[in-house]
Structure formats: C-alpha cells, structure tokens
C-alpha cells in the first residue's frame, strides 16, 4: 500500500488512482468528525466532500509540516465550524466553558490520559456477549452524542480516528493542555456511560 507522501506526489502527476485512495482511506472518518460539528449525516456528507474539494485546492501549498491526514482534518474542522454556524447549530459558550469534571471517576486516568484500570476486555463470542457488546456500543455511542462539541471532537480524532495529541492540537487549534483536559474529561463520562450501563 502506498505511503501517504508517495499518493501526494502520484496527485500532484495527475493521477487520479492516488486520489481514489486517499479517499478511500480517508472518507469515512472525514464524515465521522464532520458529525461531531454538525448533527445531520447529509450535511457531514457535504462537509467532508468540501474538504475533499478545499484539499484538491491546497495541495500545491501543502508544505508537509504535518501529516496528509493532519491537513486533512484541520480543512474539514475549518469547513465544518463553519457549516455548523450557518446552519445555527452552534453551542452555547458557557456549555462549551464549564465542562466540569464532576465524575467520581477522574481519579482512573493517568496524566498522560492513559486508563489506570483499563475497562475489561471483551473475549466471550458466544450470542449473548456479541449482543451485550452491541448493546454497549449503542449507549456508548448516545454518550459521545451527548458530550460538548469540543470534547466530542477531541475523543473522535484521538480515540477513533488515532491521530495523536499534536494532530489534535492542530486540527482543533487547542493548547496540548486544553486538548488533554477534554479528553480526560470525555473519557471519564464515556466510562461513567459503560459503566452505569453495565450497572457497576
């Protein structure tokens, strides 16, 4: 498979095979933290389409200081902020300053972020466990619709999407500091979710 510099330098030639697989390794998680923006699926369709769009526009700009994907995910931030204020779906300032940490559970995580006592591992197959498994993503998923916006975002790119913390402080323009203390405090409610969802 080729590298992501390599299908740059294939794009840059005109090659449109090289843009198909960027796409193809990119797409979906465009429209995934596009939702995290913007709640409507047509909508974070849009979004990630235009970032396709603006990227195509920018490539013979991009300087390489960061990663294809780290560029990538910044221009749908950028799109996707806006797109969120047109459609008047933007948050209310004092929800997104007093995200409170008021779980008990902030006491399970390192400074680093990193589980103290990671959640047990999944290992059953039988149907009950695949159903239970479901079960739990679903209301794991009804959480991470719930938290703030910022919060929401930072969990998507580190959690899902694995970008690393520098990444998302690129992509969300966040101070190291700031993007470890939204990340902390989605991953203790994200916990808490499981947690009362398996009644422990």
């Known amino acids: 498979m080729a590298g992501e510099d390599e299908l ?9 095979s090289a843009f198909v697989a960027l796409v193809e390794r990119h797409h979906d998680g465009l429209k995934r933290v596009a939702l995290t923006f913007i709640r409507s699926p047509s909508i974070a369709e849009e979004v990630a389409q235009e ?15 960061s990663s294809v ?14 797109r969120a204020v047109r ?10 300053e007093s995200e ?47 938290l703030p916006e910022r919060q929401r975002a930072v969990v998507q790119l580190r959690d ?12 969300l323009d966040l101070s190291e500091v700031h993007q470890r203390v939204l990340l902390h405090r989605a991953r203790t409610k994200l916990r808490a979710a499981l947690e009362d969802h398996f009644g422990r």
């Open 100 to 146: 409170g940490d008021d779980s008990p559970l902030g006491d399970r995580f390192g400074e680093a972020g990193n589980w103290l006592a990671p959640p047990t591992a999944w290992s059953a197959q039988t149907a009950d466990a695949i159903l239970e498994r479901k079960q739990a993503m679903a209301h794991l998923q009804r959480a991470l619709e719930q």
């Open 160 to 171: 899902v999407e694995g970008l690393s913390s520098e990444e998302v402080c690129a992509v």
């Open 8 to 16: 740059v330098e294939q794009l840059l030639a005109r090659d449109e």
């Open 87 to 96: 459609e008047q779906r933007t948050t209310n300032e004092s929800e997104l």
């Open 69 to 82: 994907k780290t560029f990538l995910y910044r221009i749908l931030a950028n799109i996707a902020r806006t």
């Open 51 to 65: 970032t396709w769009r603006a990227f195509l526009e920018g490539l013979k700009t991009f300087e390489r200081r």
